[in-house]
């Protein structure tokens, strides 16, 4: 097996795929509508990045930035776009599209090894009677659904996942193992959750008591839209008086965090480990950076784009690059910054001036 | 179901409330002990915010932020404050208390739908045989109970939830599904664990070693205190040597990380993404916003306030409130934020100020 | 049991150890290597940090930090270096070694309790037929191996944790409850996954098309070398093109996120909730402070550290230490907070300069 014994250096192996059928060039270039330069009949038997590519690989250059790299890569075959069809460099055999990062998508797809789906419903899962299992359902071992679930046709409830009493879901929906959906939650066609995402959690609502504090009951929904994914062990919580609603289309990474009463637009992005606290607004088309945390009752405008850590303690306006804490427009906190970085040689002659030293 | 079709724009849904009996405006009153004004007869179905609520819900407004809602609302009933009980606005029909949101909470309750409890346990849940089980146990499906686990009364162990060899869990524990308590954990009365949260693995410490590392053994033990909550994915580490401890009464959101050997005090607050590392020492009463850190072997005094993203190096004394990274005073932060915006018009003249350029 | 009654004052409990067989103070000395000062007969029965530790109790001082908690202990013996033999303090019954914390950790094992293992494979467990399982595998309850699974000898899987098709796992690979290793991951020898923890999904790559977004599928491996330890609910995704890998010896924490593509070295600690962006190259002996971030792409050279919650968005060079938001090197970090820290006073009579009120 590959990884390496305690005691030798770092290598850092690769595969380029999952061993399917090979394919010559010409047949990708057929696939994928591209004009093909070279040899066709080079085999591929899969996908590799241009520096570790070898004779038997498709590579792909995309960006500049691998252009000195596709000069040395000993691919056999690279997607390239027009403007390197001519490029000097090694591959001699090579595709020319527009895209090769879309061509390359579909290309991924054949190569592809999908994890094997069993049918129906394993001996060892538990479904409440009152369920009621749409058409072609997968449960996985140890699945268990609960009192008056609804699953939608084509459903698959991976190993251990964990549908709550009256929940709703979809066509499609796919569960990994482990996953939890909370009673009462609500679930569209295709949507995903990745091992440990957890879904309809009542939110972190407390009243004060004289004995302590009091949980405040949640009675809102939590609904994912159709096609929302959520990345491994990330949490949605269900509103309290509100609803919490992620968009349709919209695709959260891991280990991410939406509090109580959020509502999410439509196809945005989060990066993983973004928090958005309680009854916070996330318009369409948000794209948030990694570790990015949004404060409670705060709006970000449709389109908007927030750096990686970014804090949000304010509302930011559609279709706004924002970055850093306290978050700003990226212009403003990179013109801060500079100045900081400036002021560091400047802070002792200025104290020197305002004393009057100078004078 | 409500997920909205991919092709249409974004309509937020909305569902006050999980549909039980309706209940009159008059009713309602009397139960929160408020003064009606306006139609005692309205009849409420569910509960919902100003301007989301119908002629059938009941609403609030415990904020000005909200008035200008209010004026607009089409709620049937809103629970107000005296301040706001002559306000001009369509919701006629008013109860008015002094504390909307904890009349609020009181009648959150009754639209709240529970999650159905089946009670003893069930066929597949795994049972060591030397386990003691109190008396009115629920163990749900696939649930694990290890060798000498002490189980109080009125224990609900979720689906898929695991407890660890010799741990011992007070009365009405609540572990949600897929929940793990590693061996040798304490739990209180009504400690609750929601989705996917851990207590008691044993902590990140290594030592070097001629060939790589060493894991430290850890013997301290896990306390979770009476009445602390650990929010969906949250983690906290048993002790090295000395224990972990979480005050009773502390409440944690999701995916918060408390390393090994720390103290938390009671009635703390921990909002969603907080990490505090080894050997802290917090407070009781202390509140710490998202995605806080906080650094190893460090004090945060009693009541102490840490705004979200705060990055704590240093001790906070008790009560203050500090912010930002480095976390200071939330008042020396803002100043510096202030002075930096200001820094940046400045930045260039100064540079030639001290070059001496101007003089 | 301890947890303490919801109306007493904070007290927090302690425990040194898990109650073993008692040792004398002078066979410590003999076990450490060290030498005994004052009485050997001591008995110990626990450890415990010198501000909490009895008479009952082996205690250490490692760290000048201590010193003053050394000279009020209650401690029956007490590790120390040679350079506090003949410290003033209570303790008398002294083991002088070179390094106590190594001392301790020998003596640690002797007083941890070890999980009760069980043999074999467990009646609810669910393992595909063409699994193959090596010698001394422990399958706990519900545990779930998928088709083609290899399961090196020793291999330990907890209750609940799911193996997916194809993985490959090495000797005395540890999974903890509810771990998941999704299909095709490859492990090394005596990996550790936490409860929760996860491998091999699929990461987080889409490409835009007519209709909202396409998953981009992924064949890229994800590869955990010999000796890797993946904290409590933390994630590693498996490559898209390329491959992810961490290497042999490499440690990390509770809550973090390693995403697809990434490449990290040899013996890096990574500390809870750090997320790793795609593609980015972390080398040999790195240390990640908690709640770091690193951008997509980028490179921190080999044994590297940065400070908790450092936001990397730019190459760190080879063996420095950096910190902060934007991360820089931690001394222009301390100096630029320092310069902002003083202008705060100055910006006003700077802003009258520079407008020329003081000419």
Known sequence: MSPAPGGSTT???QNGGDGQEPITAAAIAAQVGGVLIGDGSVLVQGIAPLDRAGAQHLSFL???????????SAAGVVLVTPAYAEQPGRPTTRIVVEKPIDALVGLLARFHRREPRAEGVHATAVVAPSARLGAGVTLDAHAVVGDDVVLGDGCWIGAGAVVGAGSVLGRDVRLYPNAVVYPFT???DRVVLHAGAQAGREGFG????PDGVARIPHIGRCVLEHDVELGANSCVDRGSVDDTIIGAGTKIDSLVHIAHNVRV???CFFASQVGVAGSARIGDGVQLGGQVGVGGHLTVGARAQLGGQAGVIGDVPAGETWSGYP????KEQLRAQAALARLVKLIRPLERLV???SA
């Open 11 to 13: 290598t850092w192996q």
């Open 206 to 209: 407390f009243v004060p008591r």
């Open 186 to 188: 609500e679930l569209g």
């Open 265 to 267: 637009g439509r196809f």
């Open 355 to 357: 004393r009057g030293d």
């Open 327 to 330: 978050a700003r427009p990226h």
């Open 62 to 72: 995309a960006h500049p930035r691998y252009a000195a790299s596709f000069a040395d």
